[in-house]
C-alpha cells in the first residue's frame, strides 16, 4: 500500500507555478495518473461487491490551485537535491511509459509496479517529503472535501 500511496502523491504533484519542462511534464502525468489511480479504487469498489456510484460522484478535482503547486514544486526542488535532475526526468520518462498499463489494472497491481521514486530518494525520505512540503495533507484534503473518503468507506461497509 505504501507504493500506491507514493505513486499517487508523486502524481499529484502540481505543475505550471513556474516555467519549468519539469514541471510541465509533471503536470500532464500527474492528471493522467490520478484520474486513473480513482478509477483503480472504483474498479476495486466493484469487484468487491461494494456500490461504486457514490465514489464516481465524489472524484476530487484534478485542479491545482497555489497551495498544491507550491506543494508540488517543493516536492520536486527536493528530490532534485537528493538525486538529481536527471534522475527526476528517469522518474518522468517511467510515469509517462506507466500511464498505459492503468487503463485495467487493480490496486494489488499498481503496489508492485509503482516505483517511480529517482534513483537516491528512499520510500521513507519520499514519504517524509511529501509531508514536509503538505502534498500528503493537499491531498487528504481534496478527497476528504469531495467526499470520496467517506464515499469509500461506506461503498466497502459491510464487505
Known amino acids: 500500500m ?5 505513486a ?17 511534464r509533471l503536470e500532464a502525468i500527474s492528471e493522467e495518473m490520478t484520474d486513473a489511480m480513482f478509477d ?20 476530487p478535482s484534478l485542479e491545482w490551485d ?7 514544486a517543493c516536492v520536486l526542488d527536493k528530490y532534485i537535491s ?16 506507466f500511464i498505459p498499463e492503468m487503463a485495467e489494472m487493480d490496486l494489488d497491481a499498481f503496489e508492485d509496479d509503482t516505483d517511480f521514486l529517482p534513483e537516491g530518494v528512499s520510500e521513507d525520505y519520499s514519504i517524509s517529503v511529501n509531508e514536509e512540503c503538505g502534498m500528503t495533507d493537499v491531498m487528504l484534503d481534496r478527497m476528504e472535501e ?14
Do not use: W
Not at 499517487?8 to 513556474?18: D, E, Y
Not at 470520496?148 to 464487505?159: D, T
Open 8 to 24: 499517487a502523491l508523486v502524481a499529484s504533484v502540481p505543475a505550471a507555478a513556474f516555467a519549468d519542462p519539469r514541471l510541465d
Open 40 to 59: 483503480a479504487m472504483i474498479r476495486m469498489v466493484e469487484k468487491e461487491g461494494g456500490n461504486p456510484e457514490p465514489l464516481r460522484a465524489a472524484i
Open 146 to 159: 469531495s467526499g470520496f473518503m467517506a464515499a469509500m468507506m461506506q461503498s466497502m461497509a459491510g464487505n
Open 2 to 6: 505504501k507504493h500506491l500511496i507514493i
Open 66 to 72: 497555489d497551495t498544491f503547486r507550491e506543494a508540488g
Open 82 to 97: 537528493a538525486s538529481s535532475g536527471s534522475a527526476v526526468d528517469d522518474m518522468l520518462d517511467r510515469m509517462e511509459a
